[in-house]
């Protein structure tokens, strides 16, 4: 199989594109550290054209955090961080759906989080918390739209995750947040691309629409 992985370069992305190679697929990356930008769509449309063959699998996992509380994100930070998860998935999703129905089956996990459930706290801000709810919701519409066509849909809502982006997070408050987890920890990047790689299987032939949580109990609303 045929797997894109965008934001690849990142924590979970370079977990779940190792992953997939280990499971035999044939992983192509895009991610804004090779200069590409997932919410141009052309961009998009170029790198896909210079792929020996169309993709059949994507994983789009890549996104971008908004600090603070409402009043303190402008209105071009809540464009970026909705751009950044949002929108880019829309215009990969977009991209790869027809090399997906020519195929007659295709596999899509989208990255939502925790804070898309329960509405996101000044750790990961509202920018951030309202991008990865319209993810949840771009998620059921694919399921829905594609489905009876061969094309599966569904998202990750992880909890915390051991990752640079975290390690950004105040200390005092990222330790506050673990230490809420029943687990009594974050998770690893290799943890949720697991979970990725599994929904993206044939192992998960009839997972469709769903959310799962990859939180370690933290929230489960």
Do not use: C
Request: aromatic share 4%; net charge negative; charged share 20%.
């Amino acid at each position: 199989m045929t797997a894109l992985v965008v934001g690849g370069r990142g924590a979970i992305g370079s977990a779940v594109a190792e992953t997939l190679r280990r499971d035999g697929d044939t992983v192509h990356v895009l991610d804004r550290a090779d200069g590409v930008d997932a919410a141009d769509p052309r961009q998009v449309q170029e790198f896909l054209d210079a792929l020996p063959a169309a993709p059949t699998r994507l994983a789009h996992v890549a996104g971008s955090v908004g600090y603070g509380g409402l009043l303190d994100v402008s209105p071009e930070q809540w464009r970026d961080v909705l751009a950044d998860s949002l929108t880019s998935s829309f215009i990969v999703v977009r991209a790869v759906l027809p090399g997906m129905l020519a195929a007659g089956a295709g596999a899509i996990v989208l990255m939502s989080s925790i804070n898309g459930r329960n509405g996101g706290n000044t750790l990961s801000g509202p920018a951030y918390a309202a991008a990865k709810a319209g993810v949840l919701a771009l998620t059921r519409n694919i399921a829905k739209e594609f489905g009876g066509r061969g094309v599966r849909a569904n998202a990750v809502a992880p909890g915390p995750v051991r990752s640079p982006m975290t390690a950004r997070l105040p200390a005092p408050e990222m330790a506050d947040l673990v230490g809420q987890v029943p687990l009594g920890r974050a998770a690893d990047p290799e943890e949720v691309a697991e979970t990725i790689a599994f929904l993206l299987s044939d192992r998960a032939s009839y997972v469709n629409g769903a959310t799962v949580d990859v939180n370690g109990g933290l929230w489960t609303g």
